[in-house]
Nanobody, 125 residues
């Protein structure tokens, strides 16, 4: 069992930056595929970024490429999402997810086993 807790959300202005954190307990994330998703009001949860435990290049949704960066600190059992040049359309609840023992990048919600409770990001224009 993995318990994920996101933090770092908030209210910012367009062009600002935020760094989200997702800390796991109960099991190490070092051998898990991890991902970030977001869900805006009235919309489906959508993929944002993902990374495997084997390293390699992270994978990003087209709308965040060049602005967002996913990273992990295995010693802290934490995954991060650095968000730069934020836009109002980035406003959503952001969720982290984990799939233990996955060696491939996972980009669909149904393939993840564990989810955090979400953290709100609001970007004003």
């Amino acid at each position: 069992q993995v318990h994920l807790v996101e933090s770092g959300g908030g209210l910012v202005q367009a062009g600002d930056s935020l760094k989200l954190s997702c800390t796991a307990s109960g099991r190490t994330l070092s051998n898990s595929a991890v991902g970030w998703f977001r869900q805006a009001p009235g919309k489906e949860r959508q993929f944002v970024a993902a990374h495997t435990w084997r390293g390699g290049s992270p994978y990003y949704a087209d709308g965040v490429k060049g602005r967002f960066a996913i990273s992990r600190d295995n010693a802290k059992n934490t995954v991060y999402l650095q968000m730069n040049s934020l836009k109002p359309e980035d406003t959503a609840v952001y969720y982290c997810a984990a799939r233990p023992s996955s060696i491939v990048v996972v980009t669909t919600t149904s393939e993840y086993d564990y989810w955090g409770q979400g953290t709100q990001v609001t970007v004003s224009s």
